[in-house]
């Protein structure tokens, strides 16, 4: 387990990292969700012990982080490669510093991602590149892999080979995983357990989908000739009444509430309107964050735009 308390870092007047505190559970697939300049790099570097914060501390396992350095490995946005080197000779480079890199493991992944142990990574495109490091990441046999950015311009079948080979090695072994990404979608499919940053500081963080226990999405299908809008405004007046209302979707005959409180209430109240239809349906994961920022008082479209 990481624990983060009260880090912070600063570069002339920014403060990148204001005073973040996470607990990163082991075993997880961690997701750190912001926008460009919200500190996700910088967390990532202090973490990887290659910044060192201004004040507050952290800890992996219970241990302080330079005793824990073998048991991390860092990939950056743009991971560093020499001149002329290929996969083959990246591979020794790791081996030399993580005593359990599995060259053999590093060579059956190339062979199932079509990547050419010997040809020099400078020739591979940027995709062909992302898997390769994340290959030789995953088979540096260390506890933690904290990755930034690994799936931007990825086309979607490489992003979920790469995601298909986090789940594949999480299931092998205790292997945690913090992944950086300043895209939602990159994420919800992955990542339940999701820190959102903002102007360097935490906006919320856990579990997203138990966050959600109690907000409940609803869609309904009215007969327009009803008198749609009178309709609407009875559903907002007495939804209000009996729960939260967080968003309310009007197209044509359809109706869409995402409402926090009790689920029975809210569906009583929408099924005392007769609708042709009433159905809860699963919330996403974006949804879910609309709901978490909403009551923290957050603009979604700031947040994560």
């Known amino acids: 387990m990481i624990r983060i308390r009260e880090l912070t870092r600063t570069f002339g007047k920014t403060q990148a990292v204001n005073h973040i505190s996470l607990d990163i559970p082991e075993g997880a697939l961690f997701g ?65 510093h993580y005593p359990s890199m599995d060259p053999e493991g590093v060579s059956y992944m190339a062979d199932m991602l079509n990547l050419d142990m010997r040809q020099p990574v400078r020739t591979f495109s940027k995709g062909m590149k992302r898997q390769a490091f994340l290959a030789m990441a995953l088979c540096a046999g260390t506890k933690y892999l904290f990755c930034d950015e690994v799936f931007d311009g990825l086309d979607p079948i490489a992003a979920d080979v790469m995601k298909r080979l986090f789940r594949q090695e999480m299931e092998e072994r205790k292997f945690t ?26 906006v919320t963080a856990g579990d997203m989908r138990l966050r959600a226990e109690n907000v409940w999405k609803f869609q309904c299908a009215f007969r327009v000739d009803d008198g749609i809008s009178e309709t609407v405004e009875t559903i907002r007046h007495r939804a209000k009444e009996r729960a939260d209302v967080i968003r309310l979707h009007v197209e044509g005959g359809f109706v869409t509430l995402i409402a926090r409180g009790e689920k029975e209430v809210i569906k009583k109240e929408l099924c005392s309107m007769h609708p042709v239809l009433v159905q809860e349906v699963p919330m996403s994961l974006e949804e879910i964050f609309i709901a978490e920022l909403e009551v923290k008082g957050y603009d979604i479209r700031e947040v994560l735009s």
């Open 177 to 202: 995983v913090v992944v950086a990404s300043h895209k939602l979608n990159e994420l919800e499919d992955i990542c339940s357990n999701i820190a959102i940053l903002h102007r360097g500081g935490v």
């Open 32 to 96: 750190l969700l912001g926008t460009n300049g919200a500190g996700k790099t910088t967390l990532l570097r202090i973490l990887s012990g290659i910044l060192e914060p201004d004040s507050g501390e952290m800890t992996v396992d219970g241990k302080p982080l330079y005793e824990a350095a073998e048991e991390i490995f860092y990939l950056p946005d743009e991971p560093y490669y020499f001149p002329n080197a290929s996969m083959e000779q990246m591979t020794e480079f790791y081996r030399r």
